[in-house]
């Protein structure tokens, strides 16, 4: 397995409006009235699978974030993930 790791190498502005697309608690009307632009860095782990053998096989990918000062009291900007993909390959 061939995986790179990308990332921002500083902060940069993050700008949500009622037509972003992504997973989270708010909801498109939360931003109708105004965008809002957070400070943001980006990290993403980026693999390649080579070398696969026919077959079904599942690929599990975890995170764990640890931040501090965020919304959520005494928790800062915890954010935990575990995703497992479900792979079914053919000769």
Same mark, same amino acid.
């Given at each position: 397995?061939?995986?790179?790791?990308?990332?921002?190498?500083?902060? !940069?502005?993050?700008?949500?409006?009622?037509?972003? *697309?992504? #997973?989270?608690? !708010?909801?498109?009307?939360?931003?109708?009235?105004?965008? #809002?632009? !957070?400070? #943001?860095?980006?990290?993403?782990?980026?693999?390649?699978?080579?070398?696969?053998?026919?077959?079904?096989?599942?690929? *599990?990918?975890?995170?764990?974030?640890?931040?501090?000062?965020?919304?959520?009291?005494?928790?800062?900007?915890?954010?935990?993930?575990?995703?497992? !993909?479900?792979?079914?390959?053919?000769?």
């Amino acid at each position: 397995m061939y995986y790179k790791v990308i990332k921002s190498p500083s902060f !940069y502005n993050l700008t949500i409006t009622d037509t972003s *697309r992504f #997973a989270s608690d !708010y909801k498109p009307e939360d931003f109708q009235s105004s965008q #809002a632009i !957070y400070k #943001a860095v980006g990290h993403c782990f980026c693999g390649l699978v080579t070398n696969i053998t026919a077959g079904t096989h599942e690929l *599990r990918y975890k995170t764990i974030i640890e931040g501090t000062g965020g919304i959520a009291e005494g928790k800062g900007w915890d954010q935990e993930t575990d995703v497992t !993909y479900k792979l079914n390959v053919s000769k």
